[in-house]
């Protein structure tokens, strides 16, 4: 007690003279206290050490350990010292005393660096696995390669013994012990890392460490099914912080060629996600800890080591990891709506990020985070198991990250196009779906608008000055006068894609290719919202061909305007002809093809008149259907027909 009181007072520089001038003495009055208790628990005096008691030996031995590493190193006292860490590890003692022994057992390896197989048996041993056993379905039953240390004979000295039986948490708590341990020394990681994994994640992750060659493949013991939530939560959580060390990330991410595969841990850190984002929804924190953590490895910090290192490899785990993503979308909500709500939001944000550093990617890192959320949109809008409490909760930003990360990808690849087409027309259910489709639309259509049809400062001073006549009254209209389309917000994030005279058109037409099947809509008001992003669109090249003046542009290169009727008339004629449950869509139709064609434009082909007068001619005669006239929209929007000189008019 005075030797442990003189350490509690004492500097560290004091205690280190000390110890390295005495340490005959410090040691000797360290057994003789052990000895004094064996043989008062071979007598019956004092049958269990007092807990104080034995913290003052664990600060002496830790003192031993840490001050006189040098000599443990050279197998000074080692077989005292196990002997007394083993007393302290006995399963029958109290977890105070047992979580002691666990640090000492811990500084014990660090000080002789090379342990040999009996003491790496004693780390094994450590920590007691059984309370876990129980939350598994009871055939096959659950074995371990290793028993947990134990008194073997009932008169051995058991210094602190319980009163109760071991439990999950007391387990949990050994187990983060290590963590904590590690992340003290990451300078030392690989080799905490290896005892870790060997010792521990074996029993943890068994089938991941059979692939890898760690354990045999005959081997059957540990949790093969799934690890033990409570051990997977603090797997992660210290997973997560020493990643924040960037030589932790070169550790398991730059791996030699001629590495065997049981030193090749990206198996390991793949399975830790993949059970990790099963978790209950109740470790919604966990969760996105392990999506952040596979992103940081697999996804977001690659660079050229990794990438030259791991060539195919890395490709098929990032694959892996976007794969698994989708089962959060899949999973069963039943309680935890909020939860899920939560996570599905980080995961988009995941993309989000992903899809901002897109130019940064390699090039089959960009096809797979572009068939990645496509595909977990797809997902989350046509799976079976989703309440409408998490669809509705993120299908507008799941949506508006899908088509945005298209937009910027400004891809090329038609096949990759004409899959993205078939996923998203099975989701045009959702109204959602169409409403931010056509927010991308009407984006993509303003810079397609000044590209194509930039408006002169003459042009522009005349807009404005009609602007503010408008706010007085205006001109007298004539009876075919449609309201030009309202001014649209620009979206910034858009805006700010680099952009060329190539990408936009390309993009533009990819995006209006989503509605190439339009008329095949079955629900009505689906259809009829769909058809009318068409409809806006033409109104708005039409107010852009109006004020638009090729002779303000004399002596600038303009590149060739739209042909609308070829771009917009094959659909817009076709909804001219669905039947009348479509009416309201149908509506829409007529009109903005009265407007396409009664305008102020170089004479359409005869074809092309001939069909249109054929239309105009049915849907005159069409009777009203639930208040909706077709005869209306088209003498409102053809008034001037007669006007304009049309071949038959």
Same mark, same amino acid.
């Given at each position: 007690r005075a030797l442990v009181s003189f350490i509690e007072i004492s500097s560290e520089e004091e205690n280190i003279k000390i110890f390295k001038e005495y340490y005959t003495y410090v040691y000797q009055t360290f057994l003789d206290a052990i000895s004094i208790h064996e043989s008062n628990f071979r007598r019956g005096k004092n049958a269990a050490v007092g807990e104080k008691d034995m913290y003052n030996l664990y600060q002496i031995l830790?003192?031993?350990?840490?001050?006189?590493?040098?000599?443990?190193?050279?197998?000074w006292q080692v077989k005292s010292i196990v002997y007394v860490i083993e007393k302290f590890m006995y399963i029958e003692n109290t977890h105070a005393v047992r979580m002691l022994g666990f640090e000492l057992l811990l500084l014990y390896l660090e000080a002789v660096e090379v342990p040999d197989k009996f003491k790496l048996a004693l780390l094994a041993s450590s920590i007691n696995f059984q309370p876990f056993v129980s939350d598994y379905t009871p055939t096959p039953p659950i074995l371990f390669r290793t028993s947990v240390i134990s008194v073997k004979d009932s008169k051995l000295f058991i210094p602190l013994a319980s009163l109760t039986q071991p439990t999950k948490q007391e387990s949990v708590e050994m187990f983060e012990l290590f963590l904590k341990f590690i992340g003290s020394r990451l300078s030392d990681f690989g080799f905490w890392f290896e005892l870790l994994k060997n010792q521990y994640l074996t029993v943890i992750y068994p089938s991941v460490c059979k692939r890898m060659g760690i354990?045999?493949?005959i081997d059957s013991t540990g949790f093969v099914e799934y690890a033990p939530q409570e051990l997977q939560v603090k797997m992660i959580e210290h997973l997560q912080l020493w990643l924040s060390n960037h030589s932790i990330? $070169?550790?398991?991410? &730059?791996?030699p &060629?001629?590495?065997?595969?049981?030193?090749?841990?990206?198996? *390991?850190? *793949?399975?830790?996600?993949?059970?990790?984002?099963?978790?209950? *929804?109740? &470790?919604a924190d966990v969760i996105k800890k392990v999506v952040h953590i596979s992103k940081l490895l697999f996804l977001a910090n690659i660079d050229e080591v990794s990438v030259g290192q791991l060539g195919d490899t890395l490709f098929k785990c990032? $694959?892996?990891v976007v794969d698994q993503m989708q089962y959060i979308m899949h999973e069963d909500t039943s309680h935890h709506e909020k939860e899920h709500e939560s996570i599905g939001v980080y995961v988009i944000d995941v993309f989000k990020s992903l899809i901002n550093m897109y130019p940064h990617l390699k090039p089959k890192t960009k096809e797979i985070v572009l068939y990645a959320i496509l595909h977990i949109t797809s997902a989350l809008l046509r799976g079976q198991h989703q309440t409408r409490f998490i669809v509705k909760a993120l299908s507008g930003t799941m949506v508006e990250a899908l088509l945005f990360g298209w937009i910027k990808s400004k891809e090329t690849r038609k096949d990759m196009w004409d899959i993205f087409y078939t996923e998203i027309e099975g989701m045009f259910q959702h109204m959602e779906v169409i409403s931010q489709l056509r927010l991308k639309i009407l984006q993509l259509t303003l810079l397609i608008k000044e590209l194509l049809y930039p408006l002169s400062s003459r042009k522009a001073q005349r807009k404005i000055k009609d602007n503010k006549n408008k706010g007085k009254g205006g001109d007298p209209r004539s009876i075919d006068h449609t309201e030009p389309p309202p001014d649209i917000i620009k979206d910034q994030a858009i805006t700010a894609i680099t952009w060329d005279e190539s990408s936009i058109p390309w993009i533009w037409h990819c995006l209006l290719q989503i509605l190439r099947h339009v008329n095949q809509i079955k629900d009505s008001t689906i259809h009829e919202a769909a058809l009318g992003i068409l409809v806006e669109v033409v109104d708005i090249l039409l107010v852009a061909e109006e004020e638009f003046d090729p002779s303000d542009f004399q002596n600038t290169k303009l590149l060739p305007q739209l042909s609308l009727i070829n771009i917009f008339g094959p659909r817009l004629f076709e909804a001219c002809t669905l039947d009348n449950r479509y009416i309201k869509g149908k509506a829409v139709a007529y009109g903005s093809l009265c407007r396409l064609i009664c305008r102020h434009h170089p004479p359409y082909p005869d074809k092309i008149l001939t069909h249109f007068y054929n239309m105009i001619n049915n849907g005159l005669f069409v009777a009203p259907i639930g208040g909706i006239d077709l005869s209306w929209g088209i003498i409102a929007n053809s008034s001037n027909i007669f006007n304009l000189a049309l071949e038959g008019a």
């Open positions: 830790k003192g031993v350990l840490v001050w006189l590493k040098d000599l443990v190193q050279k197998n354990l045999p493949d990330f $070169q550790y398991f991410m &730059h791996i &060629h001629d590495c065997p595969s049981s030193d090749n841990n990206i198996p *390991l850190l *793949l399975e830790i996600y993949r059970q990790g984002v099963r978790l209950p *929804l109740i &470790h990032q $694959q892996f």
